[in-house]
């Protein structure tokens, strides 16, 4: 007998039921929605935050029901938590700055 059975149970595979994946599914569906929604609306200076945060919730959903980091090691989803919230504040931050400088930068002569 080989040991290739034993090491999958000693790991613990999940395999996501077609309702939880399809629920998924539609949540992003949802998501994707709300985004069109909220690009039609101004919401001023935080134009780019609500966007980065429904991306950034659609990342964590993707990544952790579809690349399954919701049932690895609790240390996983936590490191994908703080990745997600870092890289949506860096370009927030980032994007901010340069929408900020945006019109300095059309008014100047060419």
């Known amino acids: 007998m080989s040991a290739r059975p034993q090491a999958r149970q000693a790991h613990g595979h999940h395999v996501s ?15 994707t929605g709300i985004t ?15 966007a980065l945060g429904i991306a950034g919730v659609k990342a964590f959903l993707v990544a952790a029901y579809y ?7 609790p240390l996983h989803p936590a490191l ?3 990745s ?6 860096f ?4 994007l901010s700055d340069v929408l900020q400088l ?6 100047a002569p060419n």
Do not use: K, N, T
């Open 84 to 89: 997600v919230l870092i890289v949506v504040l």
């Open 102 to 107: 945006l019109p300095e930068v059309e008014a």
């Open 17 to 31: 039921s077609v309702s939880q994946l399809i629920g998924i599914f539609v949540a992003l569906l949802v998501l």
């Open 36 to 50: 069109i929604a909220a690009s039609r609306f101004d919401f001023g200076e935080f134009d780019v935050w609500v």
């Open 67 to 73: 690349m399954h980091l919701r049932y690895d090691h």
């Open 80 to 82: 994908l938590v703080f």
């Open 91 to 94: 370009l927030g931050v980032s």
